[in-house]
């Protein structure tokens, strides 16, 4: 989609912020040491802070994904076929360790009115409220960043789109240790779940409205007419 007419309605609009964690992140986790990497991902963390900030600036609620793995998951053992865990031989976020909050530089941005979805699964939508919470809000539109590209991401987004949701993907705030993963992932984002976009051109592309989303009173206007009746 190539167009500068705004389509990004902040009344119906969310941002995502998938597993900006120490486990993902963070240059002294289990994901570096075992020599998969984070740099890309450390990349990427100026252009996420700007993210969030335009989105408190326009008031589009803000969701955050906590990745938290159980060491004692009894559903992983279940497996006959390998899981990625058991390929790559050690595990992320693990609960009750210091990989499952967030980097520091992103914690002190998460303010009170923001949310905070834990997930034990890649997609954020997977058997969280985060769908309910959406609804409730009345979105139809998520802007989507974070780590990393070819799994968290892309299942959350695959998710979203199954659920009739527009998907806008900000490449410069997503990323992947692996580059090619990542530029596959963007190309079926593309093809099929959403647009592609890049931080530095996503003000334009959100409508101008008095209040965003997170302004709604929808409370007041069903007691309103409830006192009208």
């Given at each position: 989609?190539?167009?500068?007419?705004?389509?990004?309605?902040?009344?119906?609009?969310?941002?995502?912020?998938?597993?900006?964690?120490?486990?993902?992140?963070?240059?002294?986790?289990?994901?570096?040491?075992?020599?998969?990497?984070?740099?890309?991902?450390?990349?990427?963390?100026?252009?996420?802070?700007?993210?969030?900030?335009?989105?408190?600036?326009?008031?589009?609620?803000?969701?955050?994904?906590?990745?938290?793995?159980?060491?004692?998951?009894?559903?992983?053992?279940?497996?006959?076929?390998?899981?990625?865990?058991?390929?790559?031989?050690?595990?992320?976020?693990?609960?009750?360790?210091?990989?499952?909050?967030?980097?520091?530089?992103?914690?002190?941005?998460?303010?009170?009115e923001?949310?905070?979805?834990?997930?034990?699964?890649?997609?954020?939508?997977?058997?969280?409220?985060?769908?309910?919470?959406?609804?409730?809000?009345?979105?139809?539109?998520?802007?989507?960043?974070?780590?990393?590209t070819?799994?968290?991401?892309?299942?959350?987004?695959?998710?979203?789109?199954f659920?009739?949701?527009?998907?806008?993907?900000?490449?410069?705030?997503?990323?992947?240790?692996?580059?090619?993963?990542?530029?596959?992932?963007?190309?079926?984002?593309?093809?099929f779940?959403?647009?592609?976009?890049?931080?530095?051109?996503?003000?334009?592309?959100i409508?101008?409205?008095?209040?965003?989303?997170?302004?709604?009173?929808?409370?007041?206007?069903?007691?309103?007419?409830?006192?009208?009746?």
């Amino acid at each position: 989609m190539s167009s500068t007419t705004p389509y990004i309605d902040p009344r119906v609009a969310a941002l995502l912020v998938i597993d900006m964690q120490n486990g993902f992140c963070h240059p002294e986790s289990r994901m570096e040491k075992a020599g998969i990497g984070v740099a890309n991902q450390r990349a990427i963390v100026p252009n996420v802070l700007r993210l969030v900030a335009l989105a408190h600036e326009r008031e589009i609620p803000v969701f955050w994904s906590k990745q938290t793995h159980f060491p004692e998951d009894v559903t992983r053992r279940r497996h006959r076929v390998p899981t990625h865990q058991a390929k790559q031989a050690w595990t992320p976020c693990l609960r009750g360790t210091w990989e499952v909050e967030f980097i520091d530089e992103v914690a002190g941005e998460v303010h009170p009115e923001d949310y905070v979805i834990e997930k034990h699964r890649a997609s954020m939508f997977f058997q969280t409220t985060l769908d309910a919470k959406l609804r409730m809000l009345g979105i139809e539109q998520v802007i989507v960043s974070g780590t990393t590209t070819a799994f968290c991401v892309e299942t959350s987004i695959r998710d979203a789109y199954f659920r009739d949701l527009d998907v806008i993907a900000v490449e410069d705030c997503i990323a992947d240790p692996r580059p090619a993963f990542h530029a596959d992932t963007m190309a079926k984002v593309r093809q099929f779940f959403g647009v592609v976009v890049s931080v530095e051109e996503l003000p334009e592309l959100i409508m101008s409205t008095d209040e965003g989303a997170a302004k709604q009173d929808v409370l007041e206007e069903v007691l309103a007419e409830a006192h009208a009746s």
